[in-house]
């Protein structure tokens, strides 16, 4: 887990004023990114081989379903609504935590509202129908193969 923190060091030595190296940030930069992915799919590695301990049991618990069958609604609506935000600003943002904890919140509900709604107009109809004609040709080709049974008897 301590890998975790090693991407949210990687401009830790310039917000407090140290000299750039191009020779730390050819080499740290490409693997921080590796270091990241690679604690990530341990992470999942565990968690679906049962030892995620804690962490498993967080992010199994119920309050999560609802965020989870929305997930690829809102992913597919988040580039138009940070398309859209960019395109619509007149002024630059004002770099402050305050400035950007506004525009994360801003961007992370929209998101979730409009994924709402894609999923309801679009990704559940979609998943209905699937399950309908799976089932159709389920029971079609369950009779076509107790019928072949039949024959072999």
């Given at each position: 887990?301590i890998s975790y923190c090693?991407?949210?060091?990687?401009?830790?030595?310039?917000?407090?004023?140290?000299?750039?190296?191009?020779?730390?940030?050819?080499?740290?930069?490409?693997?921080?990114?590796?270091?990241?992915?690679?604690?990530?799919?341990?992470?999942?590695?565990?968690?679906?081989?049962?030892?995620?301990?804690?962490?498993?049991?967080?992010?199994?618990?119920?309050?999560?379903?609802?965020?989870?069958?929305?997930?690829?609604?809102?992913?597919?609506?988040?580039?138009?609504?940070?398309?859209?935000?960019?395109?619509?600003?007149?002024?630059?943002?004002?770099?402050?935590?305050?400035?950007?904890?506004?525009?994360?919140?801003?961007?992370?509900?929209?998101?979730?509202?409009?994924?709402?709604?894609?999923?309801?107009?679009?990704?559940?109809?979609?998943?209905?129908?699937?399950?309908?004609?799976?089932?159709?040709?389920?029971?079609?080709?369950?009779?076509?193969?107790?019928?072949?049974?039949?024959?072999?008897?």
């Open positions: 887990m090693i991407p949210l060091w990687d401009k830790i030595f310039w917000n407090h004023g140290e000299e750039y190296t191009p020779l730390f940030s050819a080499i740290f930069h490409p693997f921080c990114r590796i270091i990241w992915s690679l604690c990530t799919s341990t992470m999942i590695w565990f968690c679906v081989s049962g030892n995620g301990g804690i962490i498993n049991k967080f992010l199994s618990l119920k309050i999560f379903v609802p965020l989870a069958r929305l997930t690829y609604s809102v992913y597919l609506v988040h580039a138009w609504i940070l398309w859209y935000f960019v395109g619509s600003r007149r002024n630059l943002i004002d770099v402050n935590m305050y400035d950007i904890h506004i525009v994360f919140l801003h961007h992370l509900i929209m998101s979730y509202i409009m994924g709402l709604v894609f999923f309801v107009l679009f990704e559940s109809p979609i998943i209905e129908t699937q399950k309908y004609v799976i089932k159709l040709l389920r029971k079609k080709y369950d009779k076509n193969f107790s019928v072949e049974l039949k024959n072999l008897k």
